[in-house]
């Protein structure tokens, strides 16, 4: 059996995730770069692998010429995402492999490097390597919150881009431990996007700026940092987990939340990824009955996903604006 058909059998479902990598470390031979080319053969440069979209992006505008970056997860996200055969055969050359980690990607990422056999892949948990006072807890959803009452991080850093610059300046430090001879085409290239980035936060801080009313209620535990970079106040989380649907408890204090008379919150963020979604629609629905006036639906794309056509340098800079402006439209 070939190393291809072998990876395809196993699939590298979550549910073999302590089979498989017995297997591979057992059987997998080296790949032959020069009948599969993944990497360019000529590159003398690190090779780099990120988990999702927006490390590509960050890596992508660090690394210039000096160290090629490949992408993993395109229109499955990390929290829905089982790395196929392919996948593993990407980081089977690889240098690093960028993960956000906080609970997120780093399981992925795990059973990648054990399956591929790449002893030499250091995997950088960029989450990890974020000062402890910059991160932000996840939204609480319980009613009368202690003071001792904590919550794991929220792992969305990207969704700000005042935590996309920490992130970007993290990525350009592990290249330039990497690739030591290039260390000043790194420094340069973080610095001009650094700089695309502080723009960014500008122009969406003018937008809202003069908005009376910033509540929102946000589609999964995913706003914290933007709410922080941007001051938007959130108001409640529609699904605990992406995708799964709220109970009738969890509706019903979404609803007397956003339905208080004194602080009204008529935004409801929806997400692309999950467009057969009923909550957003039936939380509009009790809220306009309860007498709030002029609810609205907003998409608010998390950048989770990405179809890969549409994955270039910029392509952070483009959804991060369209999100912002759909919020500014919408809010009054």
């Excluded at 297997?23 to 360019?40: E, N, Q, R, S, Y």
């Excluded at 390597?129 to 807890?137: G, H, I, N, Q, R």
């Excluded at 946000?218 to 989380?237: M, N, P, Q, W």
């Amino acid at each position: 059996m070939t190393r291809q058909q072998l990876l395809q059998r196993l699939g590298l479902t979550a549910a073999l995730a302590v089979m498989v990598p017995l297997v591979f470390l057992g059987c997998v031979g080296k790949p032959d770069p020069t009948k599969d080319p993944i990497w360019p053969a000529d590159h003398k440069g690190p090779k780099v692998v990120v988990s999702f979209a927006p490390l590509y992006c960050f890596a992508v505008n660090v690394a210039g010429d000096d160290a090629v970056v490949r992408n993993v997860m395109t229109t499955t996200g990390p929290h829905d995402f089982n790395p196929s055969a392919n996948d593993v055969k990407l980081v089977t050359q690889a240098d690093l492999f960028l993960t956000m980690g906080l609970e997120l990607d780093e399981r992925q990422a795990e059973m990648m490097k054990t399956g591929s056999g790449n002893d030499k892949l250091k995997v950088v948990t960029l989450g990890n390597l974020v000062p402890a006072k910059s991160l932000c807890e996840g939204y609480c959803t319980h009613q009368n919150h202690a003071h001792n009452h904590k919550h794991p991080p929220d792992p969305h850093l990207w969704l700000s881009p005042d935590h996309s610059i920490l992130l970007v300046n993290l990525i350009r430090d592990e290249l330039k431990k990497a690739d030591p001879a290039h260390a000043a085409g790194y420094d340069s290239r973080a610095a001009t996007y650094v700089k695309k980035l502080e723009a960014l936060k500008a122009e969406g801080v003018a937008l809202l700026k003069d908005k009376k009313e910033k509540r929102v209620v946000t589609f999964h535990d995913s706003l914290a940092y933007f709410e922080k970079s941007f001051d938007v106040e959130i108001r409640g989380v529609l699904t605990v987990k992406p995708g799964q649907e709220p109970d009738e408890k969890a509706m019903k204090t979404l609803i007397n939340v956003c339905g208080d008379e004194t602080k009204p919150t008529r935004v409801i963020a929806v997400e692309p990824q999950y467009s057969t979604s009923t909550s957003g629609e039936t939380l509009k629905k009790e809220l306009t009955a309860k007498g709030v006036k002029d609810v609205v639906l907003v998409e608010f794309d998390t950048l989770e996903t990405v179809k890969p056509d549409d994955l270039t340098p910029d392509w952070y800079e483009r959804k991060m604006r369209a999100n912002l402006k759909a919020l500014a439209d919408a809010l009054k």
